[in-house]
T-cell receptor, first 116, second 111 residues
Framework: RKEVEQDPGPFNVPEGATVAFNCTYS??????FFWYRQDCRKEPKLLMS???SGNEDGRFTAQLNRASQYISLLIRDSKLSDSATYLC?????????????????FGKGTHLIIQP | NAGVTQTPKFRILKIGQSMTLQCAQD?????MYWYRQDPGMGLKLIYY???????DKGEVPNGYNVSRSTTEYFPLRLELAAPSQTSVYFC??????????FGQGTRLTVV
C-alpha cells in the first residue's frame, strides 16, 4: 500500500461548483497533515494545515479522520484561479516509515481544472 | 528573507556529464529534502537529511549523491547524467511538524 494515496483526477468542474478531494495515508504514527497547492511549473506551496477538529480558511475546509487515516479538502464556490494540482502531505515521526521518508511524504496530487 | 534558494534555475547537460544542484536555506531548519518531478507526475524523494552530517536515501536515489556538511547547504550531485534524469528538481526544508518551504526548482534536461 502506498503511503499517501490520492485520486489523480483530473477533476473538471464548472466555476462556482463545490469540489471535494480525498486522501488516505498508511502510517498510523503520522504526526501532522497538510494540503499543498502546486501551479503548473511552479514549486508546491502550503494551502492549509489539517486538524482533527477540522479547519476552515475562506472557501476551503480541511478535515482529518485519524481513525480512518483519511484527509479531505473541500473547495466551495470554485474560482478559475483554483485550477491547480492539490497535494496531500503527511509528516511522519522519525523511524516509523521503515527506511522511507522520515518527515514529509507527498501524495501524487489531484489535478483540478475549473471551467468558465 | 531568502528562504530556500536553488541554483541553477535551468541547465542542459549532455549524457555522461556531471553537475551539482545547489540548495541553500537561511531558516536554520534541520530537515532538508531533494525531490524530482517528471512532467505530469508527483514528487519523488531522492535523498533527505535530518541534520548536518546525516543523510539518507529516499525513493529514487540511484544516480545521485548528497552531502550535508552544514545546516544551510544540501547539494545534490548527478554523476554520469542520463536522459532519464531529465526532470524538475525541488529542494525543500522543514522545521519539525510545521510547513515545508520549497525552492523554485531546477529544470534539468539531459540530451
Amino acid at each position: 500500500r502506498k503511503e499517501v494515496e490520492q485520486d489523480p483526477g483530473p477533476f473538471n468542474v464548472p466555476e462556482g461548483a463545490t469540489v471535494a478531494f480525498n486522501c488516505t495515508y498508511s502510517n498510523s504514527a503520522s504526526q501532522s497533515f497538510f494540503w499543498y497547492r502546486q501551479d503548473c511549473r511552479k514549486e508546491p506551496k502550503l494551502l492549509m494545515s489539517v486538524y482533527s477538529s477540522g479547519n476552515e480558511d475562506g472557501r476551503f475546509t480541511a478535515q482529518l479522520n485519524r481513525a480512518s487515516q483519511y484527509i479531505s479538502l473541500l473547495i466551495r464556490d470554485s474560482k478559475l484561479s483554483d485550477s491547480a494540482t492539490y497535494l496531500c502531505v503527511v509528516n511522519n515521526l522519525l523511524g516509523t516509515t521503515g527506511g522511507g521518508a522520515d518527515g514529509l511524504t507527498f501524495g501524487k496530487g489531484t489535478h483540478l481544472i475549473i471551467q468558465p | 528573507n531568502a528562504g530556500v534558494t536553488q541554483t541553477p534555475k535551468f541547465r542542459i547537460l549532455k549524457i555522461g556529464q556531471s553537475m551539482t544542484l545547489q540548495c541553500a536555506q537561511d531558516m536554520n531548519h534541520n530537515y532538508m529534502y531533494w525531490y524530482r518531478q517528471d512532467p505530469g507526475m508527483g514528487l519523488k524523494l531522492i535523498y533527505y537529511s535530518v541534520g548536518a552530517g546525516i543523510t539518507d536515501k529516499g525513493e529514487v536515489p540511484n544516480g545521485y549523491n548528497v552531502s550535508r556538511s552544514t545546516t544551510e547547504y544540501f547539494p545534490l550531485r548527478l554523476e554520469l547524467a542520463a536522459p532519464s534524469q531529465t526532470s524538475v528538481y525541488f529542494c525543500a526544508t522543514l522545521a519539525g511538524g510545521a510547513e515545508a518551504f520549497f525552492g523554485q526548482g531546477t529544470r534539468l534536461t539531459v540530451v
